[in-house]
């Protein structure tokens, strides 16, 4: 399969998909979103594979959903297109494991895209964010709910409403990551440990993986769906096209709150 804005090869039994829109600091544009859910839909019909690494660069994971795309929607484009739709949530959807690989940026939707994988191994250069506060919307791919989960609610609702990032040392700390790895052995690292996963019992990994799940996401589907309401309505608000115009313009946001 041919991608534009991936990266996909194999490791001997571990699928590793690297996120590739370099000049964009990779950001989630709905091209890639389409083509990650197909190169897992892959891996999950390749008896070969146990386990999946996603990446992105040295330099970010993925700076966020593409600003460039948002900006001139509509309340009634996101909210009637149910704006995210199936192609982020297959991520959370795939039975076999995924282990997120994360240096540099992962801010709005890569912390949250990070955050949907089962676990996060950080590189020690990786910054963790909510920033979409600044653009004048909020997170809208599960980071209001997961976030609280993973770092509790004053950690969470202090960097959702000033968009403060979070370094490796710690998001390890919060318990946002599972551990750090110096970022020129990040990849490497992650591959030898989804390696280690899809060595065992394949039924036995994903009863496990579902069972983990179970004591983490009662309840995160209300969660998700009222956060996906209240984010369609940041498009219905001015301060909305204000803060992303601004963003593409290269220049400061003036907010007039309403
Ligand atoms: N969208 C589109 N383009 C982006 C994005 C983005 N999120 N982030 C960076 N870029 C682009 C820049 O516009 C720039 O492009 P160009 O060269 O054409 O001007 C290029 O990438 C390089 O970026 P910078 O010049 O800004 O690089 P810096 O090293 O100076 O800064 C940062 C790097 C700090 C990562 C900075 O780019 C930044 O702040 N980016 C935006 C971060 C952000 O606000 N993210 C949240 C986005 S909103 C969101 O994710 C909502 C998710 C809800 C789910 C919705 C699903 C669809």
Redesign the pocket.
Known sequence: MAFENITVETRGNVGLIALNRP???N?LCAALITELGQALDAFEADDSIGAVVLTGSDK?FA??????E?ASKGYMDVYLAN??TDG?ERVTKCRKPIVAAVAG?A???GC?MAMMCDFIIAGDNARFGQ??I??G?I???GGTQRLTRAVGKSKAMEMCLTGRLMDAAEAERAGLVSRIVPVAELVDEAVKTAGKIASLSRPIVMLCKESVNAAFETMLAQGVTFERRL?HSTFSTLDQKEGMAA?VEKRPAAFKNC
């Open positions: 000049k964009a600091m950001a970010a700076a966020g959903a593409d600003i460039k948002m704006f995210i982020w940026f801010l709005g939707g949250e920033p979409e600044t653009i919307t997170p809208g791919a984010f963003f």
